[in-house]
């Protein structure tokens, strides 16, 4: 579930007047949510299975790199160029796909180890790694010259 959609969620159900508790508070009412435990374990594991991709992905680049390695000199050939210059932007964007997947399984496995980390705070270190791998624009085939 994206952040924003979480957020709008926890907002909606404060303005209707459903939501008597707060994860980050005692529970006022008395009526058992004092027993809401978080899962160490499930944390964790999220966080290794996310961290676990940079293998796969460091696999794929290497099996990218072996399938380029035979282009050689690009000069006078449009297409050769064209694929040489679709190798380096998608070689960059799996390296930072894979980048991303190791921050993220950290921050998954620390916020499950420490469970102290308040909702503002993953927030926040979901932001620094958002800002970090920003997205590139897709072009959707456009040439470049036009």
Do not use: F
């Not at 303005?15 to 058992?32: E, F, T």
């Not at 050939?77 to 070689?91: F, G, H, R, T, V």
Request: glycine share 14%; with cysteine.
């Amino acid at each position: 579930m994206a952040w924003d959609e979480w957020e709008q969620l926890k907002a909606e159900a404060a303005v209707s007047g459903s939501a008597r508790m707060q994860l980050n508070h005692a529970d006022p009412m008395g009526v058992g949510y004092d027993r809401l435990k978080s899962n160490k374990k499930a944390w964790s594991t999220a966080g290794e299975g996310v961290s676990g991709l940079q293998d796969d992905i460091g696999k794929a680049l290497g099996k990218l790199d072996d399938g380029q390695s035979g282009l050689g000199d690009t000069s006078g050939c449009q297409s050769a160029a064209a694929q040489q210059e679709l190798y380096d932007s998608w070689k960059e964007y799996v390296g930072k796909v894979k980048g991303r997947c190791g921050e993220l399984g950290g921050l998954l496995e620390r916020s499950g180890r420490d469970l102290a980390m308040s909702d503002a705070d993953v927030k926040a270190e979901l932001d620094k790694i958002k800002g970090k791998y920003q997205d590139t624009e897709s072009v959707g085939g456009q040439a470049k010259d036009k």
